[in-house]
């Protein structure tokens, strides 16, 4: 059976490492298409097990944590990365430093 888009990108969100953060567009373009940065959104939105799918890993491109963070909204979500040693000003991970650096094929 095939996966779907969906099952693909918790795939990929699976993987991000602990204390590290990956952007939307990183999701999407590791999931199969590079155009669904939007639909890495609304996946995540609806994670169905996020003990076990890490959502909160997920940022914009600019590092930026999301205000609609569907568990707990965003200060729920600095709370989880701040928790793996992840840092953030204002809001702002340094992707320099704390951003995945899996290669997309």
């Given amino acids: 059976m095939e996966q779907s888009t969906f099952e693909k990108i918790y795939e990929v969100v699976k993987q991000i490492p602990y204390g590290q953060v990956a952007t939307y567009g990183q999701i999407a373009a590791l999931a199969g298409n590079k155009r669904w940065a939007r639909v890495v959104g609304y996946a995540l939105h609806v994670n169905p097990d996020p003990d076990n799918i890490p959502c909160y890993r997920?940022?914009?491109?600019?590092?930026?944590v999301s205000d609609a963070f569907a568990f707990g909204g965003g200060n729920r979500q600095v709370?989880?990365?701040?928790a793996e040693g992840v840092e953030l000003i204002d809001g702002y991970v340094d992707m320099q430093k704390y951003q995945w650096e899996r290669p997309v094929y």
């Fill in 79 to 82: 709370e989880l990365l701040k």
């Fill in 58 to 64: 997920v940022v914009n491109k600019e590092g930026r």
